[in-house]
């Protein structure tokens, strides 16, 4: 009992580090720093290193654990290019801040009737308690939504859901998910004639039977649905939900991962 507690406390020591590291980067650096950004860059790394083996390595089961590691690789490579390329700093920070406040307004005045036009935002200068709050909201937008970085060809819901609704939908979901994620991991491993080093080649396809082939299409059929399921439990759920509640973001940010099935038929609307 005392280790696991040790543990956890080394976890969120880690993480309250890397993101405390990349708060006071981008608050306290010009834009124009570039060394100095350069040296922080590695910093950030350094203290990502310490997440994965304080953090990241106590998940379980070990599927969650590596796709969990895969998209906090790309979660440091995200603040990375926060700091490097697109030199976040103080004044972008108030900029973004301001045009938070603008489209809330708007939204609110859309929904009671009222008319806010389409006037130009004029920037203030954030305190820094709004700028520390928006940087962290950022570390929580894998994809950007709302800024100018904001990646492509994503699927927006056509509801606007309020957090409530948010939490309602998403626990319950990323509960149900987590136990059917635990169900395929402890089931029963395959015999070990179906998983034979000549049997997982492309170019030795006639070596398999009948057996093999009622073996195998609904382990890739299982791993395709699983796959889904642990990508939800860790976009909506372990960084949706807490992000949602802790007023880090908003509903808004957190669209489905995956798009509609009848957009199946590109390769855009596949990847996207």
Same mark, same amino acid.
């Given at each position: #009992?005392?280790?696991? *507690? ?8 880690? =993480?309250? @580090? !890397?993101?405390?590291?990349?708060? *006071? ?10 060394? &100095?950004?350069? #040296? ?17 390595? @106590?998940? +379980? ?17 995200? @603040?990375?290019? !926060?700091?490097? #390329? ?21 939204? +609110? ?26 940087? =962290?909201? *950022?570390?929580?937008?894998?994809? +950007? ?9 994503? !699927? ?18 990323? &509960?149900?998910? !987590? ?5 395929? #991991?402890?089931?029963? &491993? ?14 030795? @396809? ?6 093999? *082939? &009622? ?18 439990? =860790? ?26 099935? +009848?957009? =199946? ?8």
């Amino acid at each position: #009992m005392a280790w696991e *507690l040790a543990a956890l406390f080394c976890a969120i020591s880690t =993480l309250a @580090l !890397y993101h405390g590291l990349f708060v *006071l980067i981008v608050i306290t650096l010009p834009n124009n720093a570039t060394a &100095a950004r350069a #040296m922080s860059a590695l910093l950030i790394s350094v203290a990502a290193y310490f997440v994965r083996i304080c953090a990241i390595e @106590l998940i +379980r089961p070990l599927l969650l654990q590596s796709t969990l590691l895969t998209c906090f690789l790309v979660h440091w490579l995200s @603040l990375i290019d !926060y700091i490097c #390329m697109a030199k976040l700093d103080s004044a972008k920070l108030s900029e973004l801040v301001t045009q938070h406040k603008h489209n809330t307004d708007t939204d +609110r005045g859309n929904h009671v009737g009222g008319q806010t036009g389409d006037k130009a935002v004029s920037a203030s200068t954030a305190s820094i308690g709004q700028q520390v709050w928006k940087a =962290l909201a *950022l570390t929580t937008n894998f994809r +950007r939504l709302g800024t100018e970085w904001e990646v492509k060809n994503i !699927y927006y819901s056509d509801t606007k859901p309020t957090p409530l609704d948010f939490v309602i939908d998403v626990l319950p979901k990323t &509960a149900l998910s !987590y136990l059917l994620i635990d169900a395929v #991991m402890h089931a029963p &491993a395959p015999e070990a004639h179906l998983v034979t080093e000549a049997k997982q080649t492309w170019w030795k @396809l006639w070596t398999l039977n009948g057996k093999d *082939l &009622a073996f195998r299409v609904p382990a890739v059929i299982s791993f395709w649905v699983t796959a889904r399921l642990v990508i939800y439990v =860790l976009t909506q759920g372990v960084l949706g939900l807490p992000s949602v509640i802790l007023g880090l973001s908003s509903p808004d940010h957190w669209p489905s991962a995956f798009g509609s099935l +009848r957009e =199946l038929y590109t390769i855009r609307g596949f990847w996207g």
